[in-house]
């Protein structure tokens, strides 16, 4: 049950107004109902996961329980580490037991025995994972006490709009809510509709429709032509950030209907004059995490009286992060990409600051060329998403650079690139209206002939163009 | 109340705007449809209200619309039909003739043993009206009312069909359409009225939907039959069955896979629960594949020799036994 499908949008409908009806206050009413209703959300897709998030819950909150402020500090620290042994053991065995065990056959040379497991990867596991993560950790450090309402910690576990695919809460941040009276103002009502339609815009859409272009060619992209695979770079690019920040703004509209507000996830990313800033925008929730709960405790880290090296921190934290999507060498291979360009980043910014021109049509040139710049090796970082192995990443660059031709003869139709263009051109318009602004509400502020024809041709394009049939986001693979 | 000045103007006009295109799509949705079959479906029920009183009627569904022409066997004689349509379709279609008309003397009724997949859909979508689709609605399947609910969201209703990349388009404009379609008394040319299906057609398309190893006969099929016979019983008419005709070709596989021989026993077992329906023209045969311009539908070639088989097999002899039993 996609946020994406029709049942979804009969499902929330019935539990909006449940939810409404139910007094603001106490609220534990509607914290009752919401639980509920993740329950069934989430158990929609196979009911095995909603248990497996339950066991997680109720360890977790025990484990809370243990790492209270009348507890002695060396009993907190062990409770910690239970959790992260609990939880990333959890994560380790549903997403990369099987890829060990392959991993551990090959090297004792047997080819007919694996040790590999007939496992479903639960749904969302590496989001929820780290997000009931965030609550020991903060506790260990004080930054939060632990909560002795099992409701509220139950809610903040399975709290559906962000289970899937994130946004990656903190405990700091979602328990308080949870805890407190939430109203829902016009303001903020308006706030997620205007995030639920955009996101369904560019979820089914922008990327569900650049997905029926790329995904033959990067099935095969040795029979692509290079033009086909050129267009097909651009538009797998587009069509992830579409597909997940689509998603996280139909989560935060969702949760703004209930009161809540989400962390952003995305901040027009493809704005980024350089790729440290691209990061500190993309998939904010989670490189923030990384960059909170592993680079900051690793650059700080005094093994032996001496700090490590500032590059194999970033090499250690991107090639997690790599890992974080899944235990595959082309995974890993994004990671270590990402950790070189940062590094070489750093190297040459002395160097670039001396060179940049201070104001004119060169600083704008300037800029213009960083932006292009930086979307371009983002983009080719992006193609480890595309394809399942590393070398078919150079296999794309080796047809474009070749200029190949199609392998079963043909041409190439413009006419679905030009649907193309015209379906992705509200989304370019909007993004960079709100890079300008730096407002992700700036459309609330353009003229009312103008927001009524962008709602009318926005709606419209949805109906008229939206894949009503793909219901899995991209990165709820994940 | 709701206020409306905390209510952003935009939404409101958006809305405004919507309700206005949903209203013109729909109150357009004849011309707007290009789909041939669904084209075929929507105007069907011009040509049941036409005026003129019939003595003979075809009851059938896309293969007789398309390959019999009524003006060459009598000119008391009218073709009304629904693609893909069972009983249950055919009682609403004739129903809705009998609304506006005299009961006709005789109807040829073809009674459809194939799995029509969702063509009840459209016919949910595009024939019915409100009142039909609350008679049947209890016989329906969910995705056949659904479709009847979302047709009144004309613009989705529109990009579902409109869309369909295995359908083929009519250009011309609808009036253009149900003038043909009144002037030839309800006779379609096929879209493909001047192919030739290829002699070893069903040989290289195996897999081909059309090729069933079995018939398909629903509950709601032998209830709506029995409705039928009753209102024909009722006004009066004679009905009269239209045997099955299908490529040579595929009229082997169906002798060969049985499909043939549970049509003719079903037939059999209608018959003898209404001994006074005839079958003049045989249950099942197959004419060559050149007759025919798609895997279902004749060709112009296909149509002369349908058509005189029809007359002189099936219409001739039934309007002989009337007259003696005069």
């Known amino acids: 049950m996609a946020f994406n499908t029709l049942t979804f949008a009969l499902y929330f409908g019935i539990f909006n107004i449940l939810y409404r009806l139910i007094p603001e206050t106490p609220v534990r009413g509607r914290n009752l109902l919401l639980l509920a209703a993740s329950y069934a959300f989430y158990g929609s897709w196979d009911w095995r996961f909603a248990g497996l998030l339950a066991f997680s819950t109720v360890v977790n909150f025990a484990i809370g329980l243990e790492m209270g402020e009348d507890r002695t500090p060396q009993h907190r620290k062990t409770m910690l580490v239970l959790a992260l042994a609990f939880n990333l053991g959890l994560l380790g065995f549903f997403k990369y037991f099987n890829f060990f065990a392959d991993g551990l056959a090959a090297l004792l040379g047997s080819s007919t025995y694996s040790p590999a497991l007939n496992i479903v990867l639960p749904l969302g596991i590496s989001f929820y994972t780290f997000q009931v993560l965030s609550y020991p950790i903060d506790i260990r450090r004080g930054v939060i006490r632990p909560t002795r309402d099992f409701l509220d910690f139950s809610l903040f576990v399975a709290f559906f709009p962000n289970i899937v695919a994130g946004p990656i809460e903190r405990a700091r941040n979602l328990l308080p809510q949870i805890a407190s009276r939430r109203p829902i103002s016009a303001e903020r009502f308006h706030e997620g509709a205007w995030l639920i339609f955009w996101g369904l815009f560019k979820k089914i859409v922008v990327a569900d429709n650049l997905s029926k272009f790329t995904t033959p060619i990067f099935d095969l992209p040795v029979s692509s032509s290079g033009l086909q695979l050129l267009t097909a770079f651009y538009a797998f690019a587009i069509q992830i950030y579409a597909d997940f920040s689509g998603y996280s703004d139909m989560a935060r509209g969702l949760a703004k209907w209930m009161g809540f507000e989400l962390m952003l996830n995305f901040k027009t990313p493809f704005f980024s004059p350089n790729l440290p800033v691209l990061w500190q925008r993309w998939h904010m929730s989670l490189t923030n995490w990384i960059k909170e709960y592993v680079f900051y405790p690793l650059a700080l880290w005094r093994p032996r009286g001496r700090s490590l090296e500032s590059a194999l921190v970033i090499l250690i934290t991107w090639v997690l992060m790599g890992i974080w999507h899944g235990p595959t060498l082309v995974f890993a291979i994004w990671g270590f990409y990402h950790a070189a360009l940062l590094v070489l980043y750093n190297r040459l910014l002395p160097h670039l600051n001396r060179v940049r021109p201070k104001q004119g049509w060169r600083l704008t040139t300037w800029n213009a060329g960083s932006v292009l710049i930086t979307f371009h090796f983002f983009a080719i970082g992006l193609l480890c998403f595309a394809v399942k192995l590393p070398e078919e990443v150079l296999l794309v660059f080796d047809g474009i650079i070749q200029w190949q031709a199609p392998y079963y003869g043909g041409t190439f139709s413009l006419q679905p690139f030009y649907l193309l263009v015209f379906l992705v051109l509200p989304l370019v318009v909007v993004e960079s209206a709100q890079a300008r602004a730096d407002d992700e509400f700036v459309v609330f502020r353009w003229p009312v002939w103008a927001k009524t024809g962008f709602y009318y041709l926005g709606f419209y394009l949805i109906v008229l163009y939206g894949v009503f049939s793909a219901n899995r986001y991209f990165y709820d693979q994940f | ?326």
Do not use: C
């Not at chain 2, 295109?21 to 949705?29: A, G, I, K, L, P």
């Not at chain 2, 003739?97 to 009674?111: E, M, S």
């Not at chain 2, 002037?183 to 879209?191: D, I, K, L, V, Y």
């Not at chain 2, 798609?294 to 097999?313: A, S, W």
């Open chain 2, 1 to 326: 109340m709701t206020n409306f000045k905390r209510v952003p103007h935009a939404f409101l006009w958006t809305l405004l705007l919507i309700v206005l295109t949903e209203f013109f799509v729909y109150s357009n949705r004849e011309s707007l449809v290009h789909d041939y079959w669904n084209k075929f479906v929507i105007n069907e029920k011009v040509l049941a209200e036409a005026p003129g009183d019939y003595d003979y009627l075809i009851l059938g569904n896309s293969i007789q619309k398309t390959g019999i022409r009524p003006a060459d066997v009598s000119d008391r004689l009218l073709s009304i039909g629904l693609a893909g349509a069972k009983p249950l379709a055919q009682v609403a279609l004739l129903k809705r003739y009998l609304r506006k008309h005299k009961p006709p003397k005789v109807i040829f009724l073809y009674v459809d043993p194939e799995n029509q997949y969702d063509t009840m859909q459209v016919i949910a979508r595009y024939f019915f009206d409100f009142t039909e689709f609350g008679t049947y609605a209890s016989d329906l399947s969910r995705d056949e009312r659904d479709a009847y609910v979302w047709k009144m969201f004309s613009t989705l209703d529109h990009r579902k069909v409109g869309l369909g990349q295995d359908r083929v388009a009519y250009g011309g404009p609808n009036a253009e359409f149900v003038r043909a379609l009144l002037a030839n008394r309800g006779f379609m040319q096929s879209p493909f009225h001047d192919r030739i299906l290829a002699d070893d057609f069903y040989a290289t398309h195996k897999t081909h939907r059309r090729i069933q190893p079995s018939i398909t006969i629903e509950p709601r099929d032998r209830k709506y039959f029995d409705e039928l016979m009753t209102v024909a019983d009722q006004s009066g008419i004679r009905v009269v069955f239209l045997g099955m005709v299908v490529p040579e070709e595929l009229g082997a596989i169906f002798e060969t896979n049985g499909f043939f021989k549970e049509y003719r026993e079903y037939l059999a077992a209608l018959r003898a629960r209404y001994p006074r329906v005839t079958l003049p023209g045989g249950e099942t045969f197959g004419i060559a594949n050149k007759y025919f311009g798609d895997f279902q539908h004749m060709n112009d070639q296909g149509v002369e020799f349908y058509t005189r088989y029809f007359k002189e097999e099936v219409f001739a002899p039934t309007v002989a036994s009337a007259a003696a039993e005069r």
